[in-house]
Every structure is written in structure tokens, then in C-alpha cells.
């Protein structure tokens, strides 16, 4: 099955700098890489995703990157603010399979 | 719209017993999948349903099952429960085979 790993576990950064979490994955058949955001005490929120055909995906303040050759994919948050303190999850997901497999999470800190 | 909402929220059984949670998906949303996540295992995916039909499962034992009904609102069962089934049980629903909105989960914890 699909194996995703993620990295750091853990990401602390100054309020206005910028934060990358980076996911590789296994499964080459996969093509579509969400990114999920959760809060304590909350459901993961889907934050942002890039499907296969797509090498990169902005949304305000947010983008994903992906590398099919590599597999491997990246969020990029710029200007982070303290809102953006959360654990943060990449996943990965094949057609017609119809499941999510993620990543072990990173917890990002923003410092003030 | 209305988001996932998952019902009860928070659950307390002791071992040997079974649960059965609920979730509502979003209002037009066909699909409903199940995840657990627990701290050691990260997020895992149990089943998924789409018009009633179990279209994918996890690798978890026989013990989880679960279901859909004609208005798409879905359950899933665990039965004789074990201490290791304490988790954060997660429902999201889909409109499209990929996008997936997560409820708020229900919180079992078993004695």
C-alpha cells in the first residue's frame, strides 16, 4: 500500500517568516496530495490540494509544490502569523481507491 | 452548508462492550469515510461508502464495520471493545471521489 512520510515532525518559526513541511510518497500510481490543517480539539480542515497534473498551487499565503518524478511534495506558508500554529498533515490518494493515506503530521509553532 | 457533524462527540465504554457512532456529511455529499487516529498511529483510514456500498476498507479486524443509509448519513460499529480502540474516530464526506471535509470527530475512550 501506499507508504507517505513527512517532514520535520515538529517546525517552530518566527512570526513573518516562512514554514516548508515536505511529503514523499510511495505509490506512483498516486495523483491527487491534499493538505490537511488541524486544531486542538477540531477535525483536519482541508487547507489545500494539487492533483498530478499540476506542479504547483498557490492560495493566498499558502502553496504546494509536487515533483511526480520524485515523489515527492512540499507546502510553503509565507508570512506566517500565530494563527498558523496547528499540526499539519500532507496525504496521498489514488484513483478510485478512495482513501487517504497521510502523513505522521507536523507540529508548526508560531512564535510572536 | 453545514459542515460533517459527528455524533456523540465524547464516548466512555469499558473493554468487551460496543459503540456505535454517527456521522452526517455535508448536505448533497454521497461519500462518507471513516478514519481513527490515535497518537502512536497517526491517522488511519477504516472504511468508505458511496451510495450505500462499502467501496474500499482498511486493514482493521472484523470487530469495525459500518454502514450507509439511503440519505447518506453513516454509522460505524466496533464490538467488544479493547483498550486499544481508544481513538479519535473521524467522518469526512465527499461530493467528488478526492476533496474530503472532516467532522470534529467522537472521542472513545475505553476502560
Known amino acids: ?112 | 452548508k453545514a459542515g460533517v457533524t459527528q455524533t456523540p462527540r465524547y464516548l466512555i465504554k469499558t473493554r468487551g462492550q460496543q459503540v456505535t457512532l454517527s456521522c452526517s456529511p455535508i448536505s448533497g455529499h454521497r461519500s462518507v469515510s471513516w478514519y481513527q487516529q490515535t497518537p502512536g498511529q497517526g491517522l488511519q483510514f477504516l472504511f468508505e461508502y458511496f451510495s450505500e456500498t462499502q467501496r474500499n476498507k482498511g486493514n482493521f479486524p472484523g470487530r469495525f464495520s459500518g454502514r450507509q443509509f439511503s440519505n447518506s448519513r453513516s454509522e460505524m460499529n466496533v464490538s467488544t471493545l479493547e483498550l486499544g480502540d481508544s481513538a479519535l474516530y473521524l467522518c469526512a464526506s465527499s461530493y467528488s471521489d478526492f476533496e474530503q471535509f472532516f467532522g470534529p470527530g467522537t472521542r472513545l475512550t475505553v476502560l
Open chain 1, 1 to 112: 500500500g501506499e507508504n507517505v512520510e513527512q517532514h520535520p515532525s515538529t517546525l517552530s518559526v518566527q512570526e513573518g517568516d516562512s514554514a516548508v513541511i515536505k511529503c514523499t510518497y510511495s505509490d506512483s500510481a498516486s495523483n491527487y496530495f491534499p493538505w490537511y490543517k488541524q486544531e486542538l480539539g477540531k477535525g483536519p480542515q482541508l487547507i489545500i490540494d494539487i492533483r498530478s497534473n499540476v506542479g504547483e498551487k498557490k492560495d493566498q499565503r499558502i502553496a504546494v509544490t509536487l515533483n511526480k518524478t520524485a515523489k515527492h511534495f512540499s507546502l510553503h506558508i509565507t508570512e506566517t502569523q500565530p494563527e498558523d500554529s496547528a499540526v499539519y498533515f500532507c496525504a496521498a490518494q489514488r484513483s478510485n481507491d478512495y482513501k487517504l493515506s497521510f502523513g505522521a503530521g507536523t507540529t508548526v509553532t508560531v512564535r510572536a
